[in-house]
């Protein structure tokens, strides 16, 4: 299994940016990719982007442009550049590392004010 916690979320205006953190523990050799996700209320949980293993990303069309992922394996963490955030950005943001496991982290909340 792999543990991930998030950090990096906050309260930040419109147009602020913020840098999510997600530090991964345990078995980070079975991971093939790790990937970014939210969930506002009462929505369902969606995808934002991925990076592969060798540093692969894919993003999803509503964040590509304003959202970087990155990874620094030397800290077995993923993070997530977010820039010129908008109220409708707010939601648990959360991490999953896919491959042998899959296993998600407990979240962190943003909230973007206008």
């Known amino acids: 299994q792999v543990r991930l916690v998030e950090s990096g979320g906050g309260l930040v205006q419109a147009g602020g940016s913020l840098r999510l953190s997600c530090a991964a523990s345990?078995?980070?050799?079975?991971?093939?990719?790790m990937g970014w996700y939210r969930q506002a209320p009462g929505k369902r949980r969606e995808f934002l982007a991925r990076?592969?293993?060798?540093?692969?990303?894919y993003y999803d069309s509503s964040v590509k442009g304003r959202f970087i992922i990155s990874r620094d394996n030397t800290q077995n963490t993923v993070y997530l550049q977010m820039n010129n955030l908008r109220p409708e950005d707010t939601a648990v943001y959360s991490c999953?590392?896919?491959?042998?496991?899959?296993?998600w982290g407990q979240g962190t909340q943003v909230t973007v004010s206008s």
């Open positions: 999953g590392a896919f491959g042998l496991y899959s296993d």
């Open positions: 345990g078995s980070i050799s079975t991971i093939n990719y």
């Open positions: 990076i592969s293993s060798g540093g692969s990303t």
